[in-house]
């Protein structure tokens, strides 16, 4: 049974398992839109990448430095992010174990942004031209990463979308579900909870408001009994009330 326990080494990034076992997360992830063969599978198996744990919050790149390395999130919550030079920050996608950032490598010449660890992390670091070599040799894999690509794209519009047309409320939810979601897809929540390491600091730069506030609507949550959160741990209580919030 999932739960708090069965999670908390594994997902807040302590080392469990070999570094083979890192293409359990990606192959679900890129399985989920092109069926994948015993030889794509295994080439995602033996990818040539320098794995290290990572502790929390700390940059993985920064803006602007050279485009020459792909991260792969095995374990742990990473995130894309601009940084304003106030020291404001803004973050624009969670990168969840089996996320590569980024497929398109090839075409970048430098980092429009910044990656940073949320919470601790175990991350494979993809030379440029391994992930090259794989896009070019294996073509279901490359369009698995096509489609993963056009998918993380989608959810950016309909994030914009939120800030620009949903509460704190409303978005702090969709923050829950979309997280809850996308560990479920993977084998590491269950259908309605899972595991969440990040502060209050990190929510408010998700969704576009101040940590006031995000420690308010997270009250507000509370009391109606929609989430429970103890510790790093979520649970949706009115799923089916979720699925469908005001402003969708």
Partial sequence: MIGPH???AAG???PQKPLDGMAGPLSLRLGAHVPLSGEDLAALAHLAVRESAVAAHADLVRQGEPADTA????????????????GARQILAL?????????DLAHLECWDHGI?????????????AVLEELIATRPA???????TKLEAEARS????????????????VRLFREIVDRMHAVGLAGRNEGPLPLTQVDMAECIGTSTVHVNRVLQDLRRSGVVELK???LRLSDRAGLDAPAGE
């Avoid at 940073?116 to 440029?128: E, K």
């Avoid at 894999?141 to 489609?147: E, I």
């Fill in 231 to 233: 510790g790093n741990w």
């Fill in 157 to 172: 519009r309909a994030w914009l979308t939120a800030l620009g047309i949903l509460l704190a409320t409303e978005r702090l």
């Fill in 71 to 86: 991260f792969l999130v095995l374990e742990g919550i990473a995130a894309r992010y601009v940084q304003r030079a106030s």
């Fill in 6 to 8: 069965s999670y908390s």
């Fill in 141 to 147: 894999v490359a369009l698995a990463f096509r489609r």
């Fill in 116 to 128: 940073a660890t949320l919470s601790p992390c175990r991350i494979a670091r993809v030379p440029r």
């Fill in 12 to 14: 807040l990034g302590v």
């Fill in 95 to 103: 990168l969840l174990p089996g996320d590569l950032c980024d497929p």
